[in-house]
């Protein structure tokens, strides 16, 4: 008996003649197009005002920025396509750097252990909150907003709150150095992109990372393990975003408490426009672009000259409207495709 | 036209729904093409066809959650063009649907008067007359369930009956009903008839959408049957014998029969002793053979559900052993149940089953990703994963455009395909299907019946829950009386009916001693 055959129904031979290559997905791009248009007029209107910051030298300024801030921002994707949240990123990025900083200037070790003990310490306090989070079943944003005052109190207490200033050259270098006249970060942002994205879009981790911020009880019946893996994408968080720290540290040449603080915002806002962009598909590529607008739109704006206070008020804006970019991707996913008027 | 009906539908006034060569497109897929639909007033309009044939979509479109893209609608005569969903409502228009779209957290008495809450002078909401406004629509329906209680303690059948109380609150004169029986056993099913009986006596209109052949004969008037997004046939049901609507509905005939052609059963694969599932359920014992389909029934809440999901991990279990050939195993997580053999296919597709916003290919692999397609230990082959995920559509003739489309744009029945093909590839030893053909058509039950033979053939074992006696009766080889939590009594298919099956669900004690004394 063939089956193949006495079962080919008639939707089949309806759908054949009708199918439509790709995904197909309504209104929903209306607002990834919405968002490249958006930002092509910021960046038009800057171009005009200040042709500058179409030169070169300012583009490698925004590709070193984009660079530093796109590892704890992959970190915060990640976490955040599992259902998660992690409020502590800025706060392990500054704490790698310091112990980094602090190990190789004030205590003497050689470079290589301080950066190895910087980059474990993002691990393991990762670890920590996925800990938290998978077996003593704390929500996310609790456990994290906890970790993230604690580390606090850890980067006060490691020098006492002051500045470590002088850093060995060759540290420096992994910041502001060049090979081929291309700087260092963007080699390294390169390496972990291609890996992030791997992970993210080839592996079963990955894709099973993404289902269960879909439906976690789905994935729990479908034997996923999501209590491993919702670990490790906090492990993975914490790991990624002493990249970001340490990176900083060596392009500033310096190792202050505060150093980490920007990144929780904008890793925030990268990895939010990150998941619009694709429509929740392809996050890496995605953070990386969210990355690239948002780096791109601050640099736009201190060339026109504006104050800290319209950095803050972009920055909340574009977050604001990303999250409600998501959302109304959703309904629109949900409720009324390909609705009239 | 060519409905027989035709002439005798001389009154306008009587046609309460009326819509005209309506055409809905979706990306990549035409989900109704010049669609004509007519209802006559106090009539039960029976709608039937395929998985994804576009009757939901046509009652979205009349009530207006969907804009049609050509085509008019007129109900009573008001052309709804510019009406929304409001509007459709005042015109005495409900629909309750396929999914129910409860709210979870709330009480049953908040989703019922949900956007209608009575107040008070002051202007707050008055909670004491909205558990009693509440209560009575509840009331005409069921006795079972308590106002106060949350819908997400709620079972199946309860939510299903309190949905279609909610519809009930704006008084409707047309009511709408997608696929109300599907989840609801038998009992609850006939309690829910006499209700409909009623309010028909009460002059409402009904449309009915079922994928339940019988219980369509038993209270249509008239039957309208979609297939491809357009109209084949309108007839009063008498006039159209089972095999023809089935006909009109696939477009071609199929052998509605199960190939029960016998499979050698084997050894003891699965025994179950002394479980005690936490949920519900006491003293379960069982074995399952090689090769063997054993169903269970019960009516709703006698606890096989729970009895499946403690097995495979699901829920925690208090006590009992679960053996696989005699050796002793652990399930205490699905992860743990799966790696020892078992697939689980619940029953909820949307909370248990799928990731909506993920493809047809993600879903369907997810169970066996890790086991079919990785190369090493998680790098995914994707051409392999493609082409096993077009073989399935092709056999359960899955209507989807695309492997890639989202699983939440799929027609309700299609999405069940989806969780069973997911589990079809998991290469399992012992399967245990919870209501696997819910909302499936009827093509797509015969192929999936054929395909659970198919798995008893290679050896596996099957445990298999279902509420439709009949098909419980045509697949098992024995079934097990499920009865508040304790199987009571055990079966074999073939020396047993369906009168005896019934007897025993509902509670009864000793069939062949009450047949006697009759
Ligand atoms: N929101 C949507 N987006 C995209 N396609 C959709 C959407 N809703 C329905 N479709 C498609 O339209 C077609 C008709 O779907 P519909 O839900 O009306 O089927 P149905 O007859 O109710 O099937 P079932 O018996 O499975 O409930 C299907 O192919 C489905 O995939
Ligand atoms: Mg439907």
Redesign the pocket.
């Known amino acids: 008996m063939s089956k193949s055959n006495s079962s080919a129904t008639p939707?089949d031979v309806r759908?054949s003649g009708e199918i439509e290559t790709g995904t197909?997905k309504?209104n929903r791009s209306i607002i990834r197009y919405g968002i490249f248009v958006i930002f092509g007029l910021f960046y038009a209107i800057v171009t005009i005002l200040r042709p500058g910051f179409l030169s070169l030298g300012n583009f490698y300024d925004i590709f070193i920025e984009t660079s530093i801030i796109s590892f704890v921002s992959f970190g915060e994707a990640i976490v955040i396509a599992a259902g998660g949240l992690d409020l502590s990123v800025g706060n392990i990025a500054g704490a790698a750097a310091m112990l980094t900083c602090h190990l190789m200037s004030n205590l003497g070790f050689d470079l290589g252990t301080s950066l190895v003990a910087g980059v474990a310490i993002g691990g393991l306090i990762g670890f920590g909150n996925g800990l938290m989070v998978t077996r003593l079943h704390m929500n996310s944003l609790i456990a994290t907003l906890g970790t993230m005052f604690v580390l606090v109190g850890f980067l006060y207490g490691l020098t006492g709150g002051v500045t470590v200033h002088i850093v060995p050259e060759n540290f420096e270098y992994l910041g502001n150095g060049t090979i081929m006249s291309i700087p260092v970060p963007m080699y390294f942002m390169a390496f972990i992109f291609i890996l992030a994205y791997l992970f993210m879009e080839k592996t079963s981790y990955g894709r099973n990372i993404r289902m269960i911020g879909g439906n976690i009880e789905a994935c729990r019946l479908s034997g996923i393990n999501i209590k491993n893996l919702t670990l490790m994408t906090f492990v993975l968080c914490g790991f990624l975003s002493t990249f970001s720290g340490i990176l900083l540290a060596a392009r500033q040449a310096l190792g202050n408490v505060d150093l980490g603080e920007r990144f929780l915002l904008e890793a925030f806002i990268a990895a939010m426009l990150g998941t619009v962009i694709f429509d929740g598909k392809n996050i890496i590529t995605g953070t990386l672009l969210g990355a690239i607008f948002l780096i791109s739109l601050l640099n736009g704006l201190t060339l026109l000259g504006a104050g800290p206070q319209w950095m803050y008020f972009a920055q909340g804006g574009l977050l604001l409207a990303a999250i409600l970019a998501n959302y109304y991707s959703k309904r629109l996913a949900?409720k009324i495709?390909?609705q009239k008027k | 036209m060519n409905s027989p009906m035709g002439d005798r539908v001389g009154n306008q006034e009587d046609i309460v729904i009326k819509a005209e060569r309506v055409s809905k497109s979706?990306?990549?897929?035409r989900?109704?093409k010049e669609m004509d639909f007519e209802v006559i007033r106090g009539e039960v309009h029976a709608l039937v066809?395929?998985?994804?044939?576009?009757?939901?979509?046509?009652m979205?479109i009349i009530v207006r959650e969907?804009i049609e893209d050509e085509g008019n609608i007129f109900i009573e005569g008001n052309n709804v063009k510019d009406l929304g969903i409001r509007g459709v409502q005042k015109l005495g228009l409900s629909l309750i649907h396929?999914d129910l779209n409860l709210i979870p957290m709330l009480t049953v008495a908040q989703n019922i008067c949900l956007g209608r809450e009575p107040v008070t002078r002051f202007g707050t909401i008055d909670w004491k007359a909205m558990g009693l406004k509440a209560a009575d629509f509840l009331g005409q329906i069921t006795s079972e369930i308590n106002v106060e209680d949350r819908v997400e303690g709620l079972s199946n059948s309860q939510q299903q009956l309190m949905a279609i109380a909610r519809a009930l609150v704006t008084s409707p004169r047309i009511l709408i009903l997608?696929?109300p029986t599907a989840r609801l056993d038998q009992k609850t099913s006939d309690s829910f008839f006499l209700f409909l009986e009623r309010a028909k006596q009460k002059g409402l209109t009904v449309v009915y959408?079922s994928?339940r052949l019988e219980e369509i004969y038993r209270i249509c008037d008239r039957v309208t049957v979609?297939r491809d997004?357009t109209k084949i046939i309108t007839a009063p049901i008498n006039e159209i014998p089972q095999t023809e609507l089935v006909k009109y509905m696939l477009g071609r005939e199929i052998e509605q029969q199960v190939p029960k052609e016998s499979v050698p059963i084997g050894e003891v694969k699965l025994s179950v002793r002394d479980l005690y599932p936490k949920e519900k359920g006491k003293d379960i014992n069982f074995d399952l053979k090689s090769g063997e389909i054993l169903g269970i029934v019960g009516s709703i809440g006698a606890g096989k559900s729970e009895v499946a999901r403690a097995i495979f991990g699901a829920d925690p279990k208090q006590s009992g052993t679960i053996r696989i050939s005699g050796k002793e195993v652990k399930t205490n997580a699905p992860h743990d149940a799966i790696d020892h053999g078992f697939a689980l296919i619940p029953e909820e597709r949307r909370d248990q089953g799928l990731v909506g916003n993920e493809s047809v290919r993600k879903n369907m692999t997810m169970a066996a990703l890790k086991k079919k397609f990785c190369v090493g230990p998680s790098w995914i082959d994707q051409d392999k994963e493609t082409a096993a995920v077009k073989t399935s559509i092709k056999t359960l003739g899955i209507?989807?455009?695309s492997p890639e489309?989202e699983v939440?744009?799929?027609?309700?029945?299609?999405?069940?395909k989806v969780v069973v093909a997911k589990w079809l590839m998991s290469d399992s030893d012992i399967y245990i299907f919870d209501e696997p053909t819910k909302?499936?058509?009827v093509g797509g039950k015969y192929d999936i019946y054929k395909l659970i033979v198919d798995l008893a053939r290679q050896g596996a074992g099957i445990i298999f829950i279902s509420n439709e006696l009949t098909e419980v009766l045509s697949l098992c080889d024995r079934i097990l009386v499920m009865f508040n939590g304790q199987i009571i009594k055990e079966l074999e298919t073939q020396a047993s009916n369906r009168e005896e099956l019934l007897f025993y669900v509902m509670g009864g004690r000793d069939y062949a001693k009450t047949v006697n004394d009759l």
């Open positions: 939707s759908n197909p309504g949900l495709p390909g | 979706f990306p990549g897929v989900a109704l066809g395929e998985n994804g044939a576009g009757k939901s979509t046509l979205k969907y396929q997608d696929e959408i994928h979609l997004g209507a989807t455009p489309q939440q744009f799929l027609s309700g029945g299609t999405q069940q909302g499936i058509d």
